[in-house]
């Protein structure tokens, strides 16, 4: 089994993905538009996320805007609505199960008992990262196709924004803790089916060895 401290590694790694996850979940800048027009003071900066839309200008004013509909939403938000959702439940999940399953905690019992939940906590996390990879990654490919789209004009263009990059770095945290978490167990079986055998070698020797002194004696 992985040491307390690495088991505290992977923890602190998976708090930081499930704090991106949500932050990037909720966040309106997963793409921008800069336009800085003829003035500098009429400069708009356009954002769109998965839940709204949303407007700063140059002199301090902010509006947004959000997305009732789902139905008029594009394939690619829908999927990443659902997506981002279920990675935040699962890594969620993930952080209650590796409490209980630590070696530097004490619940959770015996210590069979806290590999499984270790392994589940592991499980949670790699699926959770999954989750979140995944629209971070279709986002980001509509993004960069409309924007080498030559028919679709300059003002209609969008660059990746910083909820993007904060989907991407919390999918890689919890893929990370999740492995690490998801390992430590199985080293822990592995290590068990390797010693087992010579467990009980040792007894079958020593019982062989006791039936030839008990013979030479008799004779």
Known sequence: MAS????????????????????ATLLPNWKVNADVGSN???????????????TWYSTGMFSCTLKYSILSLPVYIQAA???????????????????????????????D??????????????????FGLVPTCWYTREI????LDQTIPESSKHEP????????????????????????????????WIYSPKQHHFPSTEQESNTGYNLKDYV
């Open 81 to 111: 609505r659902t997506t981002m959702v279920l990675s935040c439940i699962l890594s969620a999940f993930g952080i209650c199960i590796t409490t209980v399953g630590m070696k530097c905690t004490k619940l959770g019992g015996d210590t």
């Open 113 to 130: 008992s806290k590999n499984h939940a270790c392994f589940a906590g592991g499980v949670c996390f790699i699926l959770a990262g999954i």
């Open 40 to 54: 500098i003071i009429t400069a708009i900066t356009q954002m769109q996320g998965l839940w709204m839309d949303c």
């Open 161 to 192: 924004g910083g909820a993007v990059y904060t989907g991407f770095i919390s999918a890689g945290f919890l893929l990370i803790a999740g492995v690490i978490f998801s390992s430590s167990c199985f080293k822990r079986q592995q290590g068990a």
């Open 144 to 147: 960069i196709s409309n924007f």
């Open 4 to 23: 307390a401290s690495l088991q505290f590694f992977a923890f602190i790694l998976a708090l930081f993905g499930v704090f991106g996850d949500i932050a």
